[in-house]
Nanobody
Framework: QVELVESGGGLAQPGGSLRLSCKASENIFRSHTMGWYQHVPGKEPLLVASVGLTGETVYWHSVKGRFTISREDGENTVYLLMDELKPEDTAAYYC????????WGRGTQVTVSS
């Protein structure tokens, strides 16, 4: 069973930055578009960034220009660099394929507050 482990979250001030990492237990990256999902309690997970097999990226409008997704297939790792953080970015963040194919990991909590 593929396991996804997210890390890098924490408390940041508005305008600050965080870098999230997600490592998969198996080599799933080379055959899937990978994405980062934002989950706020009471809502469905929202795909905020994705990176395709050839490196093409797509962003949700609220994070475009502030977040950068990247992948290191050889390391089975996908990253999300979050710049210019806003309080509304506060959420748990999960990685998975797009569309979601594997069980959700535990996620990493991002809290943006002064």
């Amino acid at each position: 069973q593929v396991e996804l482990v997210e890390s890098g979250g924490g408390l940041a001030q508005p305008g600050g930055s965080l870098r999230l990492s997600c490592k998969a237990s198996e080599n799933i990256f080379r055959s899937h578009t990978m994405g980062w999902y934002q989950h706020v309690p009471g809502k469905e997970p929202l795909l905020v960034a994705s990176v395709g097999l050839t490196g093409e990226t797509v962003y949700w409008h609220s994070v475009k220009g502030r977040f950068t997704i990247s992948r290191e297939d050889g390391e089975n790792t996908v990253y999300l660099l979050m710049d210019e953080l806003k309080p509304e970015d506060t959420a748990a963040y999960y990685c998975n394929t797009y569309p979601q194919s594997y069980p959700w990991g535990r996620g990493t909590q991002v809290t943006v507050s002064s």
